[in-house]
């Protein structure tokens, strides 16, 4: 069963410009990754945050989570038109396989 | 070196034929998977096997059977193909399932087209 939601759906913006994509889930998780899925290729993880974590940085990277609203958020700082990608959250909770949601596409225009 | 690879890239066929496709990965994984994506970029776990045994089957149905035969290789082979098999097959592979920090690889996947 589908357990995140990904918003927006799509996401245009700038180059240099922050992007910030929203998920949010059903249930208790133990934790919650980001992926990146560029146009032809496979998922690739980008970050985890555990449900006991509140934020994370990776890089221009910035992860939140909110376990009682049960939401995350993915903060891209300066864009780059190589960020061009689906953005993915997946939940896990415990033995079973994370569970994605449907993405976001974001487009950073030169 | 490619860590999940997976084989072929694209498959194009004729509905009523049956398929396989293959992946390995070389990370030393103990757990493998199959996901589908649809036209929808919708991501869905459809196997799990843990060191060569299913552990999850999402209710796919019984034309679709993996086989896994070392914990390195997931074979995906599908009987009597039909349209709505068309999607993007992706192979992944993880340390081990439960452990808290399942951070999956995936391979480049397979563009099935059913005809």
């Known amino acids: 069963s589908q357990q995140g939601e990904e918003d927006p759906q799509a996401l245009s913006i700038q180059e240099g410009e922050n992007a910030t994509m929203n998920c949010s889930y059903k249930?208790?998780?133990?934790?919650l990754q980001w992926y990146r899925q560029n146009s032809g290729r496979g998922l690739v993880h980008l970050i985890l945050?555990?449900?006991?974590?509140r934020e994370k940085h990776s890089g221009r990277l910035r992860v939140t989570l909110d376990t009682s609203k049960k939401s995350s958020s993915l903060l891209i700082t300066a864009s780059r038109a190589a960020d061009t990608a689906s953005y993915f959250c997946?939940?896990?909770?415990?033995?079973?396989?994370?569970?994605f949601g449907k993405g976001t596409r974001l487009s950073v225009i030169a | 070196d490619t860590a999940v690879s997976q084989t072929p890239k694209y498959l194009v066929t004729q509905m009523g034929n049956d398929k396989s496709i293959k992946c390995e990965q070389n990370?030393?994984?103990?757990?493998m998977y199959w996901y589908k994506q649809d036209s929808k970029k919708f991501l869905k776990i459809m196997f799990s096997?843990?060191?060569?045994?299913?552990?999850i089957n999402e209710t796919v149905p019984n034309r679709f059977s993996p086989k896994s035969p070392d914990k390195a290789h997931l074979n995906l082979h599908i009987n009597s193909l039909e349209l709505g098999d068309s999607a993007v097959y992706f192979c992944?592979?993880?340390?081990?399932?439960?452990?808290?920090?399942?951070?999956?690889?995936f391979g480049s996947g397979t563009q099935l087209s059913v005809l």
């Open positions: 945050i555990r449900s006991n974590e």
């Open positions: 096997y843990n060191n060569k045994e299913l552990i």
């Open positions: 997946a939940t896990e909770r415990g033995n079973t396989p994370l569970v």
């Open positions: 992944a592979s993880s340390q081990a399932l439960g452990t808290g920090v399942e951070k999956l690889f």
């Open positions: 990370l030393g994984h103990d757990t």
């Open positions: 249930t208790s998780i133990n934790n």
